[in-house]
């Protein structure tokens, strides 16, 4: 009897995870409307961008800000509430170390999003808006993803 429910909630599982293609239009529409949303609120705006870095603007700052708010407070809700995934595993945040390493991403980073006017999150909404040179930025942050998972051994902890 135990083993027939196993393996029926095993099957059930790779029943999920076969899921068909057209499985993953939810996640084009949430990506969609998500980049319709940056559209709309600016936050693809080169200008924008750069009224950020010259420190002319609030409106990015006011954006960045109120999103780690609410990243704050769903992290603490979760924690409260000992909320879990769809699936019914449990979300662990687990401590996070700190490495001089972050400093210097975080500043190439920086210095990159000044420049190009583009962070990875927005890249696909400008070329969705048809800001095509911004595919240059794309192929870019492509490479240094490899480039960094390449030398990623051999740098400094």
């Known amino acids: 009897m135990m083993t027939d429910k196993k393996s029926e909630n095993i099957n059930e599982q790779t029943m999920i995870n076969r899921e068909a293609w057209y499985g993953n239009l939810k996640y084009l529409i949430v990506g969609v409307l998500f980049g319709i949303i940056f559209v709309k609120a600016e936050v693809i705006s080169w200008f924008r961008i750069q009224e950020m870095f010259r420190l002319q603007s609030f409106h990015m700052y006011g954006v960045i800000g109120s999103a780690v708010v609410v990243g704050m407070l769903s992290v603490l809700i979760i924690k409260k509430f000992k909320i879990k995934t769809i699936s019914g ?34 890249l696909f909404a400008q070329i969705g808006t048809g800001v095509w040179v911004i595919s240059i930025t794309l192929l870019s942050a492509i490479a240094g993803t490899w480039v960094y998972g390449y030398f990623r051994d051999k740098l400094p902890h």
């Open 89 to 122: 595993d449990p979300i662990t945040f687990p401590p996070k170390k700190f490495n001089k390493g972050q400093i210097y991403g975080g500043l190439i980073f920086g210095f990159g999003w000044a420049i190009t006017g583009a962070c990875p999150g927005p």
